[in-house]
């Protein structure tokens, strides 16, 4: 770390704890109930490569408490440890859209040992239950979408090299064929410990999971520590899953916050169709996937009012054998509560 980074987390710090310290002096408004609009772009330029999960985009609504669906509340109270009066519960609707390829994807012909090209556009619907006091939070999701030429990343690559001057990718005839992808994602995460010194917030979660469908089956384990300012305003930035971080419901209380977290997920994982391949048809696939990868994950969230800022930076194990290296990639998101 050079000295113009440490310069500019102190920097950071101190406008936060000013800040932060006004807020509480006057007494800020209560967290209110609103709805957020958050927008995700992750992108492997951030790592320095092009290869492997090239570049993911999400948009997703949740709508303030008031407005769950009744039955909504009622299924959560069916989950165990939710108490119901004590939890809010928010719905969600989301789209979003991945793109896979090899390393070299100038090759008309792709190498048989990596992974094939593939597109993976998908319509969600979440479901998160809050406890009051900010310290649990269940969320289930559903994805449907297609895998395949439908998807239109071929079209998405190739246009947006031609904007940026970029490498030409010669080798989508050879991607995964078209199919339904249907994922069911149940998460849940506690808080294990929250701490003040002065103005600054300390706080620790844990994370676990379950993912089943035909595009990934898995199981996940992760934790999180976060050092900064109105920390109960969210969980953690949204990311595209399968990723560690918040579910998307943010809400701030305080005018300015902000937070540095760093956060480690291990993955066991049964199938993953972008290395496995299609399910019920032969086609391009690798013979020597891991079965276990893990991400560690670092980054800031900005809080400004209604809106937050945030930068993930994601080192993501080799997830088959013949992979050169790991997978690095970026994660900016932006979410406006209102």
């Known amino acids: 770390m050079t000295i113009r980074h440490i310069a500019a987390t102190a920097s950071f710090v101190v406008l936060l704890s000013t800040a932060s310290a006004h807020a509480q002096n006057e007494e800020g408004p209560p967290q209110k109930d609103r709805g957020v609009t958050s ?64 390393e070299d994807i100038e090759a008309p012909i792709p190498d048989p040992n990596d992974r094939p090209y593939a597109g993976w556009l998908h319509f969600s619907g979440t479901a998160v239950a809050t406890s009051r006091d900010k310290w649990d939070q269940h969320a289930i999701q559903i994805n449907v979408g297609v895998v395949g030429e439908s998807a239109g990343a071929e079209f998405v690559q190739t246009e947006f090299h031609k904007l940026i001057d970029g490498k030409e990718p010669r080798g989508w005839d050879a991607e995964l064929s078209d199919e339904l992808g249907v994922e069911l994602i149940a998460e849940r995460l506690r808080r294990l410990r929250k701490t003040r010194v002065g103005p600054l917030e300390f706080d ?3 994370f676990g999971g379950v993912t089943l469908g035909n595009v990934h089956t898995h199981a996940s384990l992760g934790a999180m520590v976060r050092a900064g300012f109105d920390l109960d305003a969210d969980f953690g930035p949204p990311r595209i899953r399968p990723a560690l971080g918040g579910s998307g419901a943010y809400n701030p209380s305080d005018p300015l916050g902000g937070y540095l977290f760093v956060g480690l997920e291990g993955r066991a994982v049964a199938r993953n169709i972008f290395l496995d391949g299609n399910t019920f048809v032969d086609g ?54 209102y």
């Open 39 to 102: 927008i995700v772009v992750e992108n492997d330029l951030f790592g320095g490569a092009d290869r492997n999960y090239s570049n993911g985009l999400r948009l997703e609504r949740f709508a303030p408490a008031k407005r769950a669906h009744p039955w909504l509340r009622r299924a959560a109270s069916w989950i165990p440890g939710v108490d119901i009066e004590q939890t809010e519960v928010r719905q969600g609707w989301g789209i979003a859209h991945a793109i896979f390829t090899p």
């Open 284 to 337: 391009p696939r690798v013979d020597d996937r891991r079965d276990f990868v893990g991400d560690l994950q670092a980054g800031i969230a900005l809080n400004a009012g209604p809106t937050q800022v945030a930068f993930t930076y994601v080192h993501r194990t080799e997830q088959f054998v013949a992979q050169r290296g790991p997978d690095r990639f970026g994660a900016v998101s932006v979410s406006l509560a």
């Open 204 to 206: 620790s979660a844990v």
